[in-house]
Nanobody, 128 residues
Framework: QVQLVESGGGSVQAGGSLRLSCVVS????????VGWFRQAPGKEREVVAT????????DYDDSVKGRFTISQDSAKNTIYLQMNTLKPEDTAMYYC?????????????????????WGQGTQVTVSS
């Protein structure tokens, strides 16, 4: 059974930083595609960042480029999202996700429907 458990959320002031972690268990290989999504109250879930080690690629939503970094530690089966220079508009529930399907490099698979496994979410609140 695949499980994703996030941690690291919290409340910070604008300009601050947080690092989200997501421990993945139940997958026997680690060359899967990873993603972080967020959902604010009254809004649809949106992709924040994705990474695919097989293709040596990372992609970011324009709203977080230069501020957020997605990474993986295969030895720890953990996905990270380093968030710097946080803004009030970053306030949302953040979810990590895994896509274990082999994907073609260079094709946009960022939509949530391509990710089969999801964590329970961790809340990030940024005050001005």
């Amino acid at each position: 059974q695949v499980q994703l458990v996030e941690s690291g959320g919290g409340s910070v002031q604008a300009g601050g930083s947080l690092r989200l972690s997501c421990v993945v268990s139940g997958i026997t290989y680690n060359n899967y595609r990873v993603g972080w999504f967020r959902q604010a109250p009254g809004k649809e879930r949106e992709v924040v960042a994705t990474g695919y080690r097989r293709c040596s690629s990372t992609d970011y939503d324009d709203s977080v480029k230069g501020r957020f970094t997605i990474s993986q530690d295969s030895a720890k089966n953990t996905i990270y999202l380093q968030m710097n220079t946080l803004k009030p508009e970053d306030t949302a529930m953040y979810y990590c996700a895994v896509d274990s399907t082999w994907r073609v490099c260079g094709v946009d698979y960022s939509a949530a429907r391509f990710f089969a496994y999801w964590g329970q979410g961790t809340q990030v609140t940024v005050s001005s």
